[in-house]
């Protein structure tokens, strides 16, 4: 129940294919994670037709779990799309980050 409550609160993103990638990712300087939370950096989203940033924030680690930020994925020629952020079990250790890489 906790669990189905903390994904709720996540935002939620539709997929969103666009023909054209998005701008590089702007230059954050985050603070030290206080324990038991870590950086999830920012990411650009489509909205009324142009990109609009979202600052990163800080996430609580949970257990067993890994969290993949919201990212664009190229799955085309020219074709990139937006992925939601996630959490996926990995049944071991503290709550980590999945490293995503920029699009090319």
Same mark, same amino acid.
């Given at each position: 129940m906790v669990a189905a409550l903390c994904l709720a609160?996540?935002?939620?993103l539709a997929d969103?294919?666009?023909?054209?990638?998005?701008?590089?990712?702007?230059?954050?300087d985050?603070?030290?994670a206080p324990k038991g939370e870590f950086w999830v950096p920012g990411y650009w989203q489509w909205r009324d037709g142009r990109y609009d940033w979202v600052d $990163?924030?800080? @996430?609580a680690k949970r257990p067993g779990m890994r969290y993949t930020p919201p990212h664009?994925?190229?799955? $085309?020629v020219? @074709?990139?799309?937006?992925r939601d952020?996630?959490?996926?079990?990995t049944g071991w250790g503290p709550g980590t980050i999945h490293e995503i890489r920029a699009p090319k």
């Open positions: 609160s996540l935002p939620a969103v294919t666009l023909q054209r990638g998005p701008p590089p990712p702007r230059f954050e985050p603070h030290a $990163g924030h800080m @996430e664009w994925e190229e799955t $085309g020219h @074709e990139w799309t937006l952020g996630k959490w996926d079990a």
